[in-house]
């Protein structure tokens, strides 16, 4: 039966991943060959696999999006090749995404629980995910208008000023467009820290603060209602009642709670992480914060330059997706094979 449930879960993913590329590939056909070829280094015809029928293509198609061979590309924040982008802009993204992602989980499940404990009113579990991404546009815009309109602060473009580096710190280095990496993650946080140079922190510190809220706040007012309904209507079910009964002590009560919602929570998350992902690319380009949001947004707006920018960001979103639903559903699984013995 558990052999069962791995094998479709391999099967689901394997026919999702094929879904993906299939789609990416429909849309990476429907660009001009003359884009193509201008914005690939040379002899794009025989890189892309052009003279080959279309099936055959699609598996060069595959081959470049996997190993993030998609050409070059020309936008106002970057200019050059795709594969080098990714290496600047991915790892900062990694670092938002993931610990924003733990941060919101972790200020909602705490929430979420003390209201729903408390709460003795009939739930109804549906909550609208309609406001979340109303909130994506309007948190970023509040923050400007407050910071900058009242105050006259707001951080400069960008997580690191120019004016910020000095010429001796052989760790940050110039790229393009007033974009940096930095050795040895290229994630700032991390690199700063590791050189000893509280000035470059203190400034990455300033240009993260407002994204990062941006991006948590909406998340964890949705996860934190989420869970407050879900406990409250587990609280208050009938048959927990024999609990007064059977004098259960409070800590086995909210465990038995807690365990029998977290399967529910699990599959709320797969959700919410996708419309999470949505409001980094819409903070990142608001705020001008640089990781793959804002490089997303430019490539599209410069499609003729930045059609291999949009189909790699594209595939590296949609990939963060599959893996976390991926890992959500093994665990799901594998939960489900520990609770046959009990």
């Known amino acids: ?123 109804k579990l549906d909550v609208n995910v309609f406001p979340l991404v109303i909130f994506y546009f309007l948190i970023p815009f509040v923050f400007i208008a407050i910071f900058n309109g009242i105050l006259a602060v707001l951080p400069p473009k960008y997580i690191l000023p120019a004016y910020i580096v000095p010429y001796n710190y052989n760790w940050i280095k110039f790229v393009n467009n007033d974009i940096f990496i930095t050795q040895p993650t290229n994630i700032l946080f991390f690199d700063g820290i590791i050189h000893h140079s509280p000035i470059i922190l203190i400034n990455y510190l300033k240009n993260f603060a407002m994204p990062f809220v941006s991006l948590i706040i909406p998340s964890t007012v949705y996860l934190s209602i989420f869970t407050k309904r879900l406990t409250s209507i587990e609280y208050n079910k009938k048959y927990i009642r024999i609990r007064i009964v059977k004098n259960i002590g409070d800590d086995k009560f909210i465990y038995h709670i807690k365990r029998n919602i977290r399967y529910t929570m699990l599959n709320e998350f797969k959700t919410i992480f996708g419309l999470f992902l949505g409001g980094e690319i819409i903070i990142s380009y608001i705020f001008s914060y640089m990781n793959l949001g804002e490089f997303l947004v430019y490539s599209i707006m410069n499609y003729k330059t930045g ?33 046959d013995y009990i």
């Open 1 to 123: 039966m558990i052999k069962n449930k791995y094998g479709m879960l391999m099967i689901k993913y394997i026919s999702t991943f094929i879904g993906i590329t299939i789609i990416l590939f429909i849309l990476f056909k429907n660009v001009p060959v003359k884009i193509l070829a201008g914005n690939y280094s040379p002899s794009s015809y025989a890189l892309l696999g052009l003279k080959y029928p279309l099936f055959i293509q699609y598996f060069y198609f595959v081959y470049d999006i996997v190993t993030v061979n998609m050409g070059n590309i020309i936008n106002p924040i970057y200019s050059g090749s795709v594969s080098r982008a990714m290496k600047i802009f991915l790892p900062e993204t990694l670092f938002i995404t993931i610990l924003g992602f733990i941060v919101s989980i972790s200020i909602s499940y705490k929430i979420g629980f003390f209201l729903g404990f408390r709460s003795k009113k009939r739930e």
């Open 307 to 339: 059609i291999f920018g949009v189909i790699e960001s594209i595939f590296i979103f949609t990939m963060a997706i599959f893996i976390f639903n991926m890992i959500i559903d093994i665990i799901t699984a594998a939960g489900a094979k520990n609770e």
